[in-house]
């Protein structure tokens, strides 16, 4: 397997890890990353690019002690829980985060856990984020008793049932975006028991800061910029996101994502046009499922488990999804996210090769000849912004 | 068209209807309230049937009984797009007919036997259907099913619609575990919804009934003749 394969194939999302590699020694090289959590297999490509110091592993090849030293436990990641984290929650977020890892080990007595100080309650490792606006700020759309319910309660059962989960476990000290990422083990099977509860409080969080009181009216221009050229129009885009969320048969999620523009596995380019920049997606999920661990970046989601609507709306999911579009989205999040999106798919895929990048973009600009010339000039714009430039989204 | 063999006769066409629970929408109350009823029933059930009769008029699965769609449907795992409405419409009916009014308790007789042979004790199976109930994740049902290779009593839970007629096997009762079945009344408590359920909804006559219909298809074990 040629060395820029690799690259290419390590970038990706999880459950692609395992399979792209048929070589026995890499067999061994993956155990090794097992044990050092689940988070580095989105940012494998940042470490192949890094030049190798020494080091202890005798891999066969350079990528492989690419892998070791650099994959397991690194600091500085921009991790998926960033992309939650607007500006009031990043102190608490990462409060948490590195209260989380140095309370792992201990005992600490969480005050919401146990109301009898004699007793040691169960360790609390992962923690709920707050709702960042009051639970009767979403009046009336989503009413105080839902709001309270499903954050107050349903969410919280989950985070108790999670922190009783992994007590011992390998899970045991990750971050919860970590937590979901190495539990869904990749998708080929069932994945772990604790995947379902820290996902779904993942989600749920998410789902929170996806709204906002007074939210709806239309997005911003650059961003109806990208709507326009992944959908074909603002309409359009609201119309498949009701079909999703409409034809989501059970419980799940409804989410619109930023996809990265490189296909798994391989190192060349899609036939399929639109594989070949990162664009917006719309995508179903089914029960705690979430983009992420496909390698997506989420920008918004909608619960459309029958907990989040059935107090308010009863069974009209349509009138739910239509309000949350209308009145309580936050686009103004979705920017934000985006904008983190694409550095996080830029830092991702930076390692491409400038004749690769190059050849892209002659591609692209082939396939735009044929456009108006309006069009062309703003979707030559948004992709190469979309590789080069990410502020300029 | 095909079925005209004259110009005098016309095409009869014939979909599902829905049928209505043996008892008022009032009656299961105060376990399951009239408004989750009318909702669940007057709501989701019919619109199982209506989109299920929608798919038929084009479908090549049109004059298919509820049952055949079903097992055909589930096409092995690879659910057609007529499966989910079917085996919907089909496990809601099975469902209404479950439960009756200030029911509940313990069964009698033959299936009192079969389940403390099968589960060792009614307390047993109790236990082991309420645990079930709560181990499922996400949208399902729960059911006492009659295993066809095992020849006994088992309790099951399935994901979204899968139907254990589609798996092979006889149901003999069954629990909605999607959420609209038990959020108004309950919200999150789903411990109490199948507690209230096994305590006094459930309907053992029907449970009686389906278990002597399955005892035809499946051979429970030598009757026991009395030495005279």
Known sequence: MAFTTLVVAGVLSPRILA???????????FFVLGAGGGEFRRHGPRRFVTPLRGGGCKGVGRRQNCHVLYCANEVNVVTEDDTMNDVADDESASDAETEENADANGDTVDALESS???????????????????SDALEPYISKETVEQHWGIHQHIHVERLNGMIGGSEWE????????????????????????????????????????????????ERLLKFIKRD???????????????????????????????????????????????????ISKTPNAINPLVWGHSPLLAIDVWEHAYYLDYEDRRADYVSTFLEKLLSWETVESRLKKAVIRAIERDGHVSRKHVRK?????????????????????????????????? | MQGCRS????????????????????????????????????????NYVDGLNKQLATSMFYGYTLEELIKEGYNNGNPLPEYNNAAQVWNHHFFWESMQ?????????????????????????????????????????????????????????????????????????NLDLWEHAYYLDYKDDR??????FIDHLVSWHTVTLRMMRGEAFVNLGEPNIPVA
């Open chain 1, 19 to 29: 399979p792209s590699c048929s070589l026995p020694s890499s067999g061994s090289v």
């Open chain 1, 116 to 134: 009898d100080p004699d007793e040691v309650g169960p360790v609390t490792w992962i923690e709920q984020q707050p709702l960042p606006y009051p």
């Open chain 1, 173 to 220: 000290g990750m971050s919860l975006g970590q937590m979901m990422l190495s539990s869904f083990n990749e998708g080929r099977e069932a994945p772990h028991p604790p995947f379902f509860h820290a996902a779904q409080i993942w989600n749920h969080d998410f789902y929170w800061r996806s709204m906002q009181p007074g939210g709806g009216s239309k997005p911003s």
């Open chain 1, 231 to 281: 959908f074909g129009s603002y309409d359009g885009m609201i119309q498949q996101f009701m079909d999703a969320a409409l034809t989501q048969f059970g419980s799940g999620w409804v989410w619109l994502s930023y996809k990265g523009s490189k296909l798994p596995h391989v190192n060349s380019r899609s036939p399929i046009p639109s594989d070949n920049y990162g664009r917006l997606v």
């Open chain 1, 360 to 393: 892209q973009l002659l591609a692209q600009g082939k396939s735009r000849i044929r456009a108006r010339p309006q069009q062309a000039n703003e979707n030559a714009r948004g992709q190469t912004s979309s590789q080069e430039k990410p502020l300029g989204v």
């Open chain 2, 7 to 46: 110009r005098r006769c016309s095409k009869v066409v014939s979909y599902y209807g829905l049928i209505t629970p043996p008892y008022k929408l009032d009656a299961l109350e105060p376990y399951m309230s009239k408004r989750t009823v009318e909702l669940h029933w007057g709501k989701h059930h019919q």
């Open chain 2, 101 to 173: 009014p200030e029911s509940g308790g313990s069964p009698e007789g033959g299936v009192l036997q079969q389940i403390e042979k099968d589960f060792g004790s009614f307390t047993n199976f109790r236990e082991e259907f309420i645990c079930s109930a709560l181990s499922l994740l996400g949208s399902g049902w729960v059911w006492l099913v009659l295993k066809r290779e095992e020849r006994k009593l088992s309790v099951v839970c399935t994901r979204n619609a899968i139907s254990p007629l589609a798996l092979g096997d006889i149901p003999i009762m």
């Open chain 2, 191 to 196: 411990r109490m919804y199948v507690t209230n």
